[in-house]
């Protein structure tokens, strides 16, 4: 029996704010949505890879989200680390670094961490 990995959920306040940032930040895109009475899902994507970021948005949800203690996240490798990092820094959204690992963190509008780490040959 074999699994794959095909998505994470993120449960955001704002969909559009937050799919603005992952575009910005990631060069992720809208690959497929889902709009209900109660709540919109969508798929974020790239071409390099086919694993999706799902943002659901649930209409009736007072606002931000409680990430307690934010000890998860969602990494991504990038080939042009610096110029990644130059972008993120711009953007203004790094939120932890490690340089002894050769890693940083950025940060999503509502909260969630997610892990840069630089192609390693």
Request: glycine share 6%; with cysteine; hydrophobic share 35%.
């Amino acid at each position: 029996m074999k699994f794959k990995m095909v998505h994470e959920n993120y449960n955001v306040a704002d969909l559009e704010r937050s799919i603005a940032f992952y575009e910005e930040a990631l060069g992720l895109h809208e690959i497929r949505r889902n709009e209900k009475e109660n709540f919109t899902i969508v798929f974020m994507g790239n071409e390099e890879s086919d694993f999706a970021l799902e943002l659901t948005w649930l209409k009736d949800h007072p606002g931000q989200y409680d990430l307690g203690e934010c000890e998860f996240h969602l990494a991504f490798r990038v080939d042009d680390f610096e110029a990644a990092h130059k972008h993120h820094e711009e953007m203004g959204c790094i939120c932890f670094e490690n340089p002894s690992m050769g890693i940083y963190f950025i940060q999503d509008p509502d909260g969630y961490w997610l892990e840069i780490v630089p192609t390693r040959k």
